[in-house]
């Protein structure tokens, strides 16, 4: 063992007399690099992307990004805020975890698919997004607006010939780590005018897993809405 | 293990530049493989001198000294309180981030788990908000991009650079 020893010490000596080798990611235990940039803030985050090929690779890959997902819910929420005056669709998010930064946490994302949209709801730092070119649309995407990747949506099955609005909801199932958008429909004569909702329409309710192909339609509800005035709210798997 | 309860016991680790430490047994069971090394072996003598071949001697020192003030901290009851802290922020004031990247190389492999998490912590801190080349040179990466593939990145993530601090 102690001869062993001896010449690992020579030969790192060795090094030490010269000009002192760097420490290069390389010798880095990769559970440290990973754990050392899942601990920086989001801004940080995505600027690693350009250290090198591959660390993109590795900033695109769920590990990192599951790590420092599981970092920012125990200590650092972040926020995405929308402005529509005086400038329409003007996004910003709040990055709490730079909030020690020195410089402002708040920064402006746009999103360069889409050019108006409405929020329908933000899960885990994705965004449920529906185009809003008419109140009625039924075109949804999800978007990453950190990795600017996003998932086009098939619309909500018809259930009648008449026009039809939906309510949408984003949210998370925990069980089966499935992420879900909910849709509650029902029959408008004018798809402009939420009058209707007020009056005794039957609504039906249809589920999306994000990547399947069609929804799932999961049935009547007994409720009617109280009023569309505020955002649908999904907490726990329910659409409120 | 029969040995652990015993009163100011020495422990002896050898570095890898063959310089002999003399620790006192509480703050070298802190290093989880110098712990397993008396767990698998408990009719060591008490004179057996630990070697760790991937460790030289400053970073030890360095660890030691870190690992002493937290073994009184527990033993006092200040764990986690502002002392604690202000120790920390001192401890890691003066180290340049060679020294940091050769302390966390040791503290992985001795297996300490509160340095590591300490360390990991101080260096993602020191990494925070700073520019890419800051993150190249810290890291030693060689920038393997054309230039005009970084442009194209660069614009789709304009928002990440505003407001970088100086290197």
């Known amino acids: 063992m102690d001869s062993v020893c001896e010449k690992q010490g020579k030969s790192h000596k060795l090094g030490k007399d010269g000009d002192a080798p760097k420490i290069t990611i390389e010798c880095l235990p990769r559970e440290i690099s990973f754990n050392i940039l899942s601990s920086l803030s989001i801004t940080s985050l995505a600027k690693i992307k350009f250290v090198c090929r591959a660390w993109c690779n590795l900033a695109k890959g769920p590990h990192l990004i599951n790590m420092h997902f599981l970092r920012m819910t125990e200590n650092d929420p972040c926020f995405i805020l929308q402005q529509d005056y005086p400038v329409q669709d003007q996004n910003y998010f709040v990055d709490f975890s730079a909030r020690n930064e020195s410089y402002k946490a708040l920064k402006k994302f746009c999103v360069p698919s889409m050019p108006k949209f409405d929020i329908v709801g933000s899960c885990n730092g994705l965004l449920c997004l529906r185009y809003s070119s008419s109140p009625a649309s039924h075109s949804l995407c999800i978007y990453n607006p950190f990795t600017g990747d996003y998932l086009k949506l098939p619309e909500p099955t018809k259930v009648s010939h008449k026009e039809m609005v939906n309510v949408f909801g984003f949210g998370f199932h925990p069980t089966t780590k499935e992420y879900k958008v909910i849709a509650i429909c029902f029959e408008s004569e004018n798809s402009l005018l939420y009058r209707d909702l007020y009056t005794d329409k039957e609504l039906e309710a249809q589920v999306l897993t994000p990547g399947s192909s069609a929804w799932r339609r999961v049935g009547k509800l007994p409720y009617n809405f109280l009023g569309l005035w505020s955002s649908p709210i999904l907490l726990n798997g329910r659409l409120h | ?167």
């Not at chain 2, 003066?94 to 509160?114: D, R």
């Open chain 2, 1 to 167: 293990m029969s040995k652990l309860g015993q009163a100011k016991r020495i422990i002896f680790l050898k570095t890898a530049d063959g310089q002999l430490f003399e620790v006192d047994e509480p703050v070298a069971m802190e290093f989880e493989i110098v712990k397993s090394f008396f767990d698998e072996n408990e009719d060591a003598a008490d004179d057996t001198v630990v070697p760790l071949p991937n460790v030289s001697a400053e970073p030890l020192a360095g660890i030691i000294e870190f690992c002493k003030a937290h073994v009184e901290f527990r033993a006092n009851g200040a764990a986690g309180k502002d002392e604690v802290k202000k120790f920390n922020a001192e401890y890691i004031k003066e180290k340049s981030n060679e020294q940091l990247k050769e302390l966390i190389l040791a503290a992985n492999y001795l297996n300490i788990k509160e340095m590591l998490d300490f360390l990991t912590e101080t260096i993602a801190n020191r990494l925070k908000n700073k520019s890419v080349e800051y993150v190249r040179a810290f890291f030693g990466i060689e920038n393997d991009f054309t230039p005009q593939e970084e442009e194209a990145v660069r614009k789709e993530y304009e928002w990440a650079f505003e407001g970088v601090d100086e290197d």
